[in-house]
């Protein structure tokens, strides 16, 4: 029964995230923003370990391709993407 339950999740999870991209599908710019903001958390969560990472929405951020991503209790750090939101690189910032 558990494994029914955490399939049929695991099925709405990937449903959304399909539902994010299509809802941006036409728009190449928002589509690669959006894969990029993914990518990037995903990229500090492999390298980090730590839950709950997410994307910085209080720091403006100028320059295109680049996230600034918050990991709780371990700072912040920088991704930069590809033109197809795949994340190339991370690094970790020193601020003070």
Known sequence: ????????????????VACDELAVANDPVALADLRGQKSCVAAVTAETGAANVAINTTIPVIEVQRFIVDVPGGGMWTCVTDANGKALEIVERKNG
Request: net charge positive; hydrophobic share 55%; charged share 5%.
């Open 1 to 16: 029964m558990h494994i029914l339950t955490r399939s049929v999740l695991g099925f709405s999870l990937l449903g959304l």
